[in-house]
């Protein structure tokens, strides 16, 4: 079992930036790939970003691309999503999830990922 804990949503100014973290327990860590996706109102699930187990591959989808980092600490069992140049289409609740396969692969696929947190809302005012 994986526990996973957001933090770090907020109102921010469009333009403006915001750090997201996601404190990861219950197994260990370094085990599995790390994912973040955003739900808007009546909109579905999107894929924003993920890092595979070591951190030494990074993937993101191309309406965040150049804005959005992600990043992880193992040593912390934390995975963070720094989130610049925000925009109004930005809001959305955000979601980290877990992939134990360790594949390379699929990293939008919400199937792939097997424990998700309770999410953590983001406000971008125009």
């Known amino acids: 079992q994986v526990q996973l804990v957001e933090s770090g949503g907020g109102l921010v100014q469009a333009g403006g930036s915001l750090r997201l973290s996601c404190a990861a327990s219950g197994r260990t860590f370094s085990y599995y790939n790390m994912g973040w996706f955003r739900q808007a109102p009546g909109k579905e699930r999107e894929f924003v970003a993920a890092i595979s187990r070591s951190g030494g591959g990074t993937y993101y989808a191309d309406s965040v691309k150049g804005r959005f980092t992600i990043s992880r600490d193992n040593a912390e069992n934390t995975v963070y999503l720094q989130m610049n140049s925000l925009k109004p289409e930005d809001t959305a609740v955000y979601y980290c999830?877990?992939?134990?396969?360790?594949?390379?692969?699929?990293?939008?696929?919400?199937?792939?990922?097997?424990?998700w947190g309770q999410g953590t809302q983001v406000t971008v005012s125009s």
């Open positions: 999830a877990a992939d134990l396969s360790g594949a390379l692969t699929l990293w939008a696929r919400r199937e792939k990922y097997n424990y």
